[in-house]
């Protein structure tokens, strides 16, 4: 069955503290894999998608890697803002869904 | 930017009534979803649809119906509402034809009483 477990389930960082999320998964074959930002009361907004193990994008304070069984979710120097729960979720190849992670909320104090 | 809207933030309703929550996406996406998120358990499919008049169902479709007569708008209908569908409901959309990356809403904050 496929599956996605996030950890930790919650995170604090000082400001300017780098750390890692993980996602591991497992799936019969990976169509993709999405990382999400979530803030509280709003909907999941997209950050990125990787498709093979090695590959790995960034957004400003953030870079996502992925190997054959798991993801990371990089913040170097977070701050305050960086606040915010993030979802992996992950696409197969033989099915419609995306199955979605319960998320890692992370807290960075000023 | 994408952007997708759903009918009402927060929603007070009574056990037995029926319930409609709208989603409607101006990006002319094909791919709609109807997703349920409840602390620990992530988000869980509901329905999805491909095309107008087309629905699947997702992981947990008891208990809900969809709609999609227009490409821009998808509802969700509670048949009868339970309190054991209180949550937050959120929709998507898409544009990828293998459904890649998804636009959420807002959500709304279902409560039944």
């Known amino acids: 069955e496929d599956q996605v477990t996030q950890s930790p389930e919650a995170l604090r960082l000082q400001e300017g503290e780098s750390s890692s999320l993980n996602c591991s998964y497992t799936?019969?074959?990976?169509?993709?894999l999405f990382w999400y930002r979530q803030d509280p009361g709003k909907g999941p907004e997209f950050l990125f998608t990787?498709?093979?193990a090695g590959e790995e994008k960034e957004k400003e304070r953030l870079k996502a890697t992925l190997t054959k069984k798991e993801s990371f979710l990089h913040i170097t120097a977070p701050k305050p803002e960086d606040s915010a729960t993030y979802l992996c979720a992950v696409r197969n190849t033989g099915g419609f869904k995306t199955i979605f992670g319960a998320g890692t909320r992370l807290f960075v104090k000023a | 930017d994408v952007k997708v809207t759903q009918s009402s933030r927060y929603l007070v309703k009574r056990t037995g009534e029926k319930v409609f929550l709208e989603c409607v996406q101006d990006m002319d996406h094909e791919n709609m979803f109807w997703y349920r998120q409840d602390p620990g358990l992530g988000l869980r499919l509901i329905y999805f649809s491909y095309d107008v008049k087309m629905k699947e169902k997702g992981d947990i479709p008891e208990g809900y119906s969809v709609s999609r007569e227009k490409k821009e708008r998808f509802s969700l209908i509670l048949e009868s509402a339970s309190t054991n569908q209180t949550s937050m409901y959120l929709c998507?959309?898409?544009?990828?034809?293998?459904?890649?990356?998804?636009?959420f809403g807002p959500g709304t904050r279902l409560t039944v009483t």
């Open positions: 998507a959309s898409s544009s990828h034809p293998a459904m890649y990356e998804q636009y």
């Open positions: 990787l498709y093979s």
């Open positions: 799936v019969s074959g990976l169509r993709g």
